[in-house]
């Protein structure tokens, strides 16, 4: 069974600072990975969803990165915001039922101004 | 604009009594799911629909039950016999035209039973 982890589990940064975001995976043989945005007491938005053929995945100042041979992929931010501040997940789907996600616990950013 | 749309944001029940959560989506998709968020935990699934009338169980459906008559909507109804409904619920939708569908995801209701 695939299990996804986000290590640390929480993260404090200077407003400005560019910083990555990790997530890893036991099985490498997945199809893509999505990253998540939840604030508080909302709902999950989507940022970037990486196909298992591709390396990187950019959108604005977030690029995403997948090694699948390593299980890993990362959520870099540029230049980081206050308004960045919330919890970043990321979730791989089943390899046999693309209706079944394995999502991780998350990583709560804390951006300070 | 299209989106997922989760009703109420919070209900409180009591006890015993059985309560129903609203999940419509406008995106055209064809896949929904129901998702439990609690604190330290990832998220878990209830149930999913591929189809109109066609669902099935996730990995928590155990004193949940759900039904899927139009395409649009998609709502799960907490029963009494849901040990420990107090939760985050999440309601997603996908397109489910092959792996590479994203996952998309309403705001949430919270649930509180006393």
């Known amino acids: 069974k695939q299990e996804v982890t986000q290590i640390p589990a929480a993260l404090s940064v200077p407003e400005g600072e560019n910083l990555v975001l990790n997530c890893s995976f036991t099985?490498?043989?997945?199809?893509?990975l999505q990253w998540f945005r939840q604030d508080p007491g909302k709902g999950l938005t989507s940022l970037l969803l990486?196909?298992?053929?591709?390396r990187e995945q950019t959108s604005g100042r977030l690029n995403a990165s997948l090694d699948k041979s390593s299980g890993r992929s990362t959520l870099y931010i540029a230049a980081s915001q206050p308004g960045d501040s919330a919890t970043y997940l990321c979730?791989?789907?089943?390899?046999?039922?693309?209706?079944?996600?394995?999502f991780g616990s998350g990583t709560k950013l804390n951006v300070k101004p | 604009d299209g989106g997922i749309t989760q009703s109420p944001k919070y209900l409180f029940r009591k006890e015993g009594q059985n309560v129903t959560l609203s999940c419509e989506q406008n995106?055209?998709?064809?896949?929904m799911y129901w998702y439990r968020q609690d604190p330290g935990q990832g998220l878990r699934l209830i149930y999913y629909?591929?189809?109109?009338?066609?669902?099935q169980k996730g990995d928590i459906a155990e004193g949940y039950s759900v039904s899927r008559e139009k395409k649009e909507s998609f709502p799960l109804t907490v029963t009494s016999a849901q040990k420990n409904p107090t939760a985050f619920y999440l309601c997603?939708?996908?397109?489910?035209?092959?792996?590479?569908?994203?996952?998309?995801f309403g705001n949430g209701t919270r649930l509180t039973v006393t």
């Open positions: 099985d490498s043989a997945i199809y893509n």
């Open positions: 995106l055209n998709h064809d896949a």
């Open positions: 629909s591929q189809i109109v009338n066609d669902f």
């Open positions: 979730a791989v789907p089943d390899l046999y039922n693309f209706n079944k996600f394995y």
């Open positions: 990486i196909q298992s053929s591709q």
């Open positions: 997603a939708s996908s397109m489910n035209r092959g792996r590479n569908s994203p996952l998309h």
